[in-house]
């Protein structure tokens, strides 16, 4: 009876032992590989009446132009992300710097052969997933929509730090770590009023890239451990 309740002892004593917590990987330096913008803005309106096709198709052509003058816009959107990556990962208390002469298929510019990477130390791939304007099935409000992937991995063997997609504005869904709400000033009543407004557009999608660096930044600061 004695000995069975010493191992009765000894079985919760083990039972009570905390679980064994990963140690989070050191990460002092990250190059961050330049973002390149995606190939196309989308306008898209989910509010139009099955059976409307005429208001589809004219919406349709209406997005493609309104895409085609906000062209400098989206071509910025890349050099904008990776300068605001870099310093929102400074201001982390990282050594964030710009990789430069990293090689990229010009049809496919995110298909990198990370092996041939010109650094060794760890290195950030971030990528757009979706750009555009959305105005969802029971709404008329048009706000934007800014779609992520993002990857900190280990040049020397390829081994994944940190990966991620984070949704912006249409898609959120409310504000966690994959999650990004819209800012609420970047809201129009209207397909309209969406295209008489270019340069609030344009700003819409500069603060999807802040909020966004912001977020990727804290992610992987959360998922790191400082220098010894």
């Given amino acids: 009876m004695a000995l069975a309740f010493t191992g009765f002892l000894v079985l919760?004593?083990?039972?009570?032992?905390?679980?064994?917590?990963?140690?989070?990987?050191?990460?002092?330096?990250?190059?961050?590989?330049?973002?390149?913008?995606?190939?196309?803005?989308?306008?898209?309106?989910?509010?139009?009446?099955?059976?409307?096709?005429?208001?589809?198709?004219?919406?349709?052509?209406?997005?493609?132009?309104?895409?085609?003058?906000?062209?400098?816009?989206?071509?910025?959107?890349?050099?904008?992300?990776?300068?605001?990556?870099?310093?929102q990962l400074n201001a982390q208390g990282y050594q964030a710097q710009a990789l430069e002469g990293v090689s990229r298929p010009a049809a496919s510019p995110d298909n990198i052969d990370y092996g041939l990477l010109p650094t060794s130390e760890p290195v950030l791939h971030v990528y757009f997933n979706e750009v555009g304007m959305s105005s969802a099935r029971f709404s008329t409000d048009y706000v934007p929509r800014v779609n992520l992937s993002a990857y900190l991995m280990t040049a020397k063997d390829g081994d994944t730090v940190y990966s991620e997609t984070i949704y912006y504005g249409a898609d959120?869904?409310?504000?966690?770590?994959?999650?990004?709400?819209?800012?609420?000033?970047?809201?129009?009543?209207?397909?309209g009023e969406l295209v008489a407004q270019p340069q609030a557009v344009a700003r819409s999608y500069d603060d999807a890239v802040t909020a966004l660096a912001t977020r990727i930044a804290k992610n992987i600061r959360a998922n790191t451990a400082p220098p010894r």
Avoid: Y
């Fill in 12 to 87: 919760a004593g083990c039972g009570s032992r905390p679980a064994t917590v990963a140690e989070l990987p050191t990460v002092t330096r990250v190059m961050v590989i330049p973002v390149a913008p995606i190939k196309k803005l989308h306008t898209e309106n989910k509010g139009i009446p099955l059976g409307v096709l005429w208001q589809s198709i004219a919406d349709r052509v209406k997005g493609s132009e309104f895409n085609e003058r906000m062209e400098s816009v989206r071509k910025d959107m890349g050099p904008k992300m990776t300068a605001a990556l870099v310093a």
């Fill in 172 to 191: 959120a869904s409310g504000d966690s770590s994959g999650s990004v709400p819209a800012n609420a000033r970047d809201r129009w009543g209207s397909f």
